[in-house]
């Protein structure tokens, strides 16, 4: 079972920063991609932001020029640096780990969620 544990989400006012970690159980290499989700209430989930194996990152239009991205293979961690935050990125956010081949019987692998609550 591959598991993804996200932290580091807070309440914050609009403007401030927050930097969110997801630890995987297993090495994050051996997954084609590593991303971070959001589902914000009553909406939909949507990307936020992948980064494969290789370190080619894609973002969300809008969150480019905002959220960073990055991996560290060494500790299976994946990271998102999220800026100048805005009460629309109130949501939670979710570690998802994606394979071009069954792990553990499965292509795709989500964590819990962190939540990030943008207010003033």
């Known amino acids: 079972q591959v598991q993804l544990v996200e932290s580091g989400g807070g309440a914050v006012q609009p403007g401030g920063s927050l ?11 051996s997954f084609y991609h590593m991303g971070w989700y959001r589902q914000a209430p009553g909406k939909q989930r949507e990307l936020v932001a992948t980064i494969t194996s290789g370190g080619t990152t894609n973002y969300a239009d809008s969150v480019k ?45 989500w964590g819990q969620g962190t939540e990030v609550a943008v207010s003033s």
């Open 65 to 109: 020029g905002r959220f960073t991205i990055s991996r560290d293979d060494a500790k299976n961690t994946v990271f998102l640096q999220i800026n100048s935050l805005k009460p629309e990125d109130t949501a939670v956010y979710y570690c998802n780990a994606y394979s071009t081949v069954l792990i553990n019987g499965r292509y795709e692998h």
């Open 19 to 29: 930097r969110l970690s997801c630890a995987a159980s297993q090495s994050i290499f």
